[in-house]
């Protein structure tokens, strides 16, 4: 009889508000841990530029998301600036049961979901240095409008206040020193 255990895999979940950084510290986390496996989120919100399906998301029809949370697909989801955003559990948990380090890069109210399902995951919240640095990294993308903006920095408020509900809160305000940091957790949560 085999007596060595089977050593289940850890889920680290990288959320905050938006234009904080999570996409940019996820793919330099990525590109420097071979180990560290990338959890594809689902939405129905259309592709940005550069974004590709099965890569970045995995990007549905708002009917074919509806079918999937009608059969239970999801771990979690939740609408996000009228778009809706989620976790497929069978390609997670096959991640988790092969022992595999995954990271999940999603919106606070997608975290506390995933927490209460799964306890043994570590929830990371990223913060702006300032308000102020939020906002010039929003309008950096060219990708919003004033009234979208408008409802993104509200949204970011509310979000901020959630930051108390995560394991570690990250300033992100070096990239560098941002991605040390969480490599650390990673690796004190192993």
Same mark, same amino acid.
């Given at each position: 009889?085999?007596? !060595?255990?089977?050593?289940?895999?850890?889920? +680290?979940?990288?959320?905050?508000?938006?234009?904080?950084?999570?996409?940019?510290?996820?793919?330099?986390?990525?590109? %420097?841990?071979? =180990?560290?496996? #990338?959890?594809?989120?689902?939405?129905? %919100?259309?592709? %940005?530029?550069?974004?590709? =399906?099965?890569?970045?998301?995995? +990007?549905?029809?708002?009917?074919? +998301?509806? !079918?999937?949370?009608?059969?239970?697909? +999801?771990?979690? #989801?939740?609408?996000?600036?009228?778009?809706?955003?989620?976790?497929?559990?069978?390609?997670?948990?096959?991640?988790?049961?092969?022992?595999?380090?995954?990271?999940?890069?999603?919106?606070?109210?997608?975290? !506390?979901?995933?927490?209460?399902?799964?306890?043994?995951?570590?929830?990371?919240?990223?913060?702006?240095?300032?308000?102020?640095?939020?906002?010039?990294?929003?309008?950096?993308?060219?990708? *919003?409008?004033?009234?979208?903006?408008?409802? %993104?920095?509200?949204?970011?408020?509310?979000?901020? *206040?959630?930051?108390?509900?995560?394991?570690?809160?990250?300033?992100?305000?070096?990239?560098?020193?941002?991605?040390?940091?969480?490599?650390?957790?990673?690796?004190?949560?192993?």
């Amino acid at each position: 009889m085999n007596t !060595q255990q089977i050593k289940k895999g850890k889920l +680290f979940v990288i959320s905050g508000p938006s234009g904080v950084g999570k996409g940019t510290v996820a793919k330099k986390l990525l590109a %420097r841990d071979s =180990n560290l496996i #990338w959890s594809i989120s689902s939405t129905t %919100r259309p592709p %940005r530029t550069g974004e590709k =399906n099965g890569k970045d998301y995995f +990007f549905f029809s708002a009917e074919t +998301f509806d !079918q999937k949370i009608a059969q239970g697909d +999801f771990l979690e #989801w939740a609408i996000v600036h009228g778009y809706k955003y989620g976790t497929e559990k069978a390609p997670l948990e096959k991640l988790l049961n092969l022992g595999k380090k995954v990271l999940l890069e999603i919106d606070v109210q997608g975290a !506390q979901q995933i927490k209460e399902s799964l306890k043994a995951c570590i929830l990371i919240f990223l913060i702006p240095p300032s308000l102020e640095e939020l906002i010039n990294r929003l309008k950096g993308r060219n990708s *919003e409008t004033e009234e979208t903006l408008k409802t %993104r920095l509200e949204t970011a408020k509310k979000e901020l *206040e959630q930051k108390e509900n995560y394991d570690y809160i990250v300033v992100n305000n070096n990239l560098n020193d941002t991605i040390t940091h969480i490599e650390k957790i990673i690796k004190d949560n192993l």
